[in-house]
């Protein structure tokens, strides 16, 4: 299994501090400062913050929010909201990321990955989430996020882990900037736990592809015995095969139509929204070679 997943999850900040220490004081840059005071959130009340969106965070592991709002000494009428989540991981907090990635946008070079445009930068690093917005105004001047999320980063200690998570997916057949970590019910389904997807390219067709990280053999087994089960009571068109301990299953999913599962060691590897499965298997092969010896 992949090492970086089981990392106990503290409860101190990876940075060794409190979260709202990671937002710059007084400013981020010469002639912007926070207006009032820095609010912090919790589990408990992090509704009242994001109202509607607060269910998201908590599959992530959300611990505490740090938010202020900064001004420019010359304009104090127009800001930059700064929010940063402390989420339970590093690969959480690549994951809730990814649930607000545009791949259209232009991506900035800070932690494990980030966006910016006219609207809003985001980026993920270490066990951080990252969100700048305007404040007062509809946009801000892309130079002045770049400067503020540099700032907050250059607090946040550095960390690759997520980065080698998403390694397993570095195959030329997906689409870049798709890449997401879902850590609860992947592709909609319970018994896919928590795992990577993707889209990707295949005969001319996008597709998804999926990576589910079990915990070990017993629960990898568990999963692919569970989809099964699924596809019998759906009274779906599927078949099972066993090569060299490797199982394979080639179904008619209900709601993805073409689907192949392989199960490998504590992984299950698979690809959705297939016109005919049995082109994926190759794109899945590459997968499987790319999953580390343990």
């Known amino acids: 299994m992949f090492f970086l997943l089981t990392v106990p999850l503290c409860a ?9 220490k990671l937002l710059p004081t007084p400013g981020f840059a010469e002639g912007w400062a926070i207006k009032e005071k820095i609010d912090v959130y919790t589990e408990k009340d992090l509704y ?18 740090a938010t202020a709002v900064y001004v420019r000494s010359d304009n104090p009428e127009a800001g930059v909201v700064a929010d940063i989540y402390e989420m339970g991981s590093p690969i959480d907090a690549f994951g809730i990321y990814s649930r ?7 991506l900035v070079t800070i932690g494990t990955e980030g966006f910016v445009n006219e609207s809003q930068l985001l980026f993920a690093k270490n066990r951080y989430f990252v969100r700048l917005s305007p404040s007062g105004t509809v946009t801000m001047e892309k130079t002045v ?14 960390d690759s882990s997520p980065r080698k998570t998403l390694d397993v997916l570095r195959i030329p057949e997906i689409i870049p ?4 970590y879902i850590a609860q019910g992947v592709l909609g389904y319970a018994f896919f736990k928590k795992g990577l997807t993707a889209d ?14 079990e915990d070990s053999l017993q629960s990898s087994e568990q999963a692919f015995n569970e989809y099964t089960a699924y596809l019998e009571k759906s009274h ?7 090569d060299n301990s490797v199982a394979t299953i080639v179904a008619r999913d209900p709601l993805y139509k073409g689907m ?16 005919n499965p049995a082109t994926a298997i190759p794109m899945i092969r590459k997968l499987q070679s790319r999953i580390p010896v343990m």
């Not at 607000?100 to 232009?106: I, V």
């Open 100 to 106: 607000y990635r545009d791949p259209d946008e232009e």
């Open 48 to 65: 009242k913050y994001i109202n509607g969106e607060a269910e998201l965070y908590f599959p992530y592991g959300f611990k505490a929010l």
């Open 145 to 158: 996020f770049l400067s503020c999320a540099q700032a907050i980063a250059k607090g946040i200690p550095d």
């Open 177 to 180: 900037k798709t890449e997401a």
């Open 12 to 20: 101190d900040s990876a940075s060794g501090q409190p979260v709202e």
């Open 260 to 275: 192949v599962l392989v199960r490998s060691g504590s992984f299950l590897l698979g690809a959705a929204k297939l016109a």
């Open 236 to 242: 779906a068109e599927f078949s099972v095969s066993i």
């Open 200 to 213: 990707a390219h295949l005969d001319g067709n996008t597709i998804r592809v999926f990576v589910i990280l």
